[in-house]
């Protein structure tokens, strides 16, 4: 920010006429202030407040002021507000969300129009700003890669899984298979065991069964209605030769 301090004050007898800005110079203000006032309840800005900061009293009408930091008076004067005039200064008054929007703009890309401190305190930001973006990207990127490492584990996983089922009944040359709802060759087979249990610890399907040379040979299915999702299937199937 750029804090009003004496030294920036321009008089013309006992009244304040004009404000010493950082990159411009003098610029003549609307003011009956003699003195710049410490910002407080009473006195704050009425556009950017900060703390310890100082104000001065810009006359907006015959008996109307408002209360300004060194830091409005720099945003209002780029923005095109004329700080002499009374009317310009009311209609500043009503712009206040844009104020401070000019303001988050300049502080970013024209520092040095709040003194020459905050050129390389605007430095400093912005290199934080960017370490702490990398530091977001470098955990984004490591948060994603941890994923797909587990993800591709997973699929490593089931697809040991599958050979070491697979493999239970290598030596065999037909199979019962039970299924919720078959809808199509992905839909989810569970394998009967001798003693007439479903196994719903491993599933597989029709793909699955086609790709190991297995072939369907007979399929029964039971239900409560015609609705094909109300239908059980037991499915046999026999290996290819």
């Known amino acids: 920010m750029f804090k009003l301090e004496d030294k920036h004050l321009v008089k013309d007898g006992l009244f304040i006429t004009a404000v010493v800005l950082p990159k411009v110079g003098e610029v003549s203000i609307k003011s009956r202030a003699r003195k710049l006032a410490k910002s407080g309840w009473l006195k704050s800005c009425d556009f950017i407040q900060?703390?310890?900061d100082t104000t001065i009293e810009?006359?907006?009408?015959?008996?109307l002021d408002v209360s300004a930091c060194g830091t409005t008076l720099v945003v209002l004067h780029h923005m095109g507000y004329d700080l002499n005039d009374s009317k310009s200064i009311a209609q500043a008054s009503k712009d206040k969300n844009n104020v401070y929007s000019k303001y988050e703009e300049l502080i970013d890309q024209k520092p040095e129009l709040f003194g020459s401190k905050w050129v390389e305190t605007a430095k400093k930001i912005k290199e934080s700003e960017k370490k702490k973006e990398i530091e977001?990207?470098?955990k984004k990127e490591q948060k994603a890669k941890a994923k797909e490492e587990?993800?591709?584990?997973?699929?490593?996983?089931e697809k040991k899984k599958e050979e070491e089922f697979f493999k239970l009944f290598k030596t065999e040359t037909e199979l019962i298979f039970f299924s919720y709802s078959l809808y199509n060759e992905n839909s989810s087979l569970y394998l009967i065991d001798d003693s007439?249990?479903?196994?719903t610890d491993q599933e597989t399907s029709l793909k699955k069964l086609y790709q190991k040379n297995w072939v369907i040979s007979d399929i029964d299915k039971t239900g409560k209605s015609a609705q094909l999702e109300d239908f059980n299937f037991l499915i046999r199937v026999a290996r290819k030769n």
């Open 50 to 52: 900060f703390e310890n």
């Open 58 to 63: 810009l006359r907006s009408t015959w008996t």
């Open 136 to 138: 977001r990207q470098r």
């Open 150 to 157: 587990k993800e591709k584990k997973a699929k490593e996983a």
């Open 196 to 199: 007439g249990k479903v196994n």
